[in-house]
């Protein structure tokens, strides 16, 4: 390799190492924000064996952190927190019965929401439809919305990794209002764009390095202030943008490839 091909590859952007390295680097905690909330798709909790035994712990719950993304990622969700309280309820036999859920949502225009996250076919059983039935009446009588996702509903495995490839450019430090507003001038004019060759040609003509563009792109697409399918194609490829994946303006919808 010559020496212009190492410079070249130590300045190519790494989403992975990065990553790793923000996410290593960041206390655990919950809601909006620039916190790292890895901890949350662990719950504390009393479950019951195969056996019958029931232990008190930490349970492993990966399809939270699925449900986090989309939270993190709504910009009309001012907070959440994880597993907020206890609901108390009655079943039919007359034994009083606890159930924490596992979220809270606050919007921006002051509703509140209960998320419950769980398998479609755990849902079916008459033990989680009773808890779901008696949640639904105590958000009601709250004015509060309940809202249960399942594996179904949740982000799958293409756009979590390209969910997980963004999470750490979702701070404010990789915000760069000269790359915003040239990429926004690009789509203007070219509405649906590859962003391989976007990154590219701002890098050119703002004469920014390719890890900055990257950055501030990833940052954009985090935020949602420029679209891109998430869901058929990988972002990111060899530390670099996929050339096959399109970009466009959120207000103008997906168009035509």
């Known amino acids: 390799m010559s020496s212009h091909q190492e410079e070249k590859s130590e300045n190519r952007p790494n989403a992975f190492k990065e990553q790793a390295h923000l996410c290593a680097n960041y206390p655990m905690g919950s809601g909006k924000g620039d916190s790292d909330w890895r901890g949350l798709n662990k719950h504390e909790a009393t479950t019951q064996t195969s056996k019958g035994q029931r232990t ?39 034994r ?45 009588e709250k004015r509060w919305k309940y809202i249960v996702h399942t594996e179904q509903t949740l982000p799958q495995e293409t756009e979590v990794a390209n969910l997980l490839a963004l999470l750490p450019y979702r701070l404010m430090r990789y915000a760069h209002e000269g790359v915003g507003e040239a990429v926004r001038m ?50 990111i490829i060899d530390c670099s943008f996929n050339p096959a994946v399109k970009i466009w303006l959120p207000n103008m919808g997906e168009k035509e490839q």
């Open 186 to 235: 690009h789509l203007s004019s070219t509405p649906c764009a590859s962003l391989s060759d976007c990154s590219k040609s701002i890098s050119r003509r703002l004469d920014l390095s390719e890890a900055t563009v990257f950055r501030a792109l990833c940052h954009l697409l985090w935020r949602g202030e420029i679209a891109a399918d998430l869901r058929s194609l990988l972002l």
């Open 56 to 94: 008190s712990g930490h349970i492993y719950r990966p399809e939270l952190t699925r449900c986090v993304y989309q939270f993190q990622r709504d910009r009309s969700i001012k907070d959440f927190r994880s597993q907020p309280f206890t609901f108390t309820f009655t079943d039919e036999d007359k």
């Open 96 to 140: 009083e019965r606890k159930y924490t859920p596992d979220f809270i949502v606050w919007r921006s225009d002051n509703s509140i929401e209960i998320h419950e996250v769980t398998v479609a076919e755990r849902r079916e059983r008459s033990q989680s439809r009773e808890r779901e039935q008696a949640a639904q009446k105590i958000c009601q």
